[in-house]
């Protein structure tokens, strides 16, 4: 059994910060890519950001130059850091972890960032 614990969502203004975490645990073999996704009120899950296991990062064009994402092997854990918020921004916000030989998903339960004045 393989648990994704998420941390840092919240209620932010525009223009501020959050720092999003998820700590990988349990059952789980190496781990490849990890990633954050979101989904907002009545949209998609869209991709927000990857990294794979040697640090090749991607993001989505909307977060491109303000969000980054991290990872501490040593700890099976990924941040994000959000800056410069915007309220497009409010969603609930998934991890994604990739692992073992075949590559298996696995997902958090998501954590709310709200961003409003």
């Known amino acids: 059994q393989v648990q994704l614990v998420e941390s840092g969502g919240g209620l932010v203004q525009p223009g501020g910060s959050l720092r999003l975490s998820c700590a990988a645990s349990g059952s789980i073999s190496s781990i490849n890519a990890m990633g954050w996704y979101r989904q907002a009120p009545g949209k998609q899950r869209e991709l927000v950001a990857t990294i794979s296991s040697r640090g090749s990062t991607n993001y989505a064009d909307s977060v491109k130059g303000r969000f980054t994402i991290s990872r501490e092997n040593a700890k099976n854990t990924v941040y994000l850091q959000m800056n410069n918020l915007k309220p497009e921004d409010t969603a609930v916000y998934y991890c994604?972890?990739?692992?073992?030989?075949?590559?298996?998903?696995?997902w958090g339960k998501g954590t709310l960032v709200t961003v409003s004045s």
């Open positions: 994604n972890v990739r692992s073992g030989l075949y590559n298996i998903i696995y």
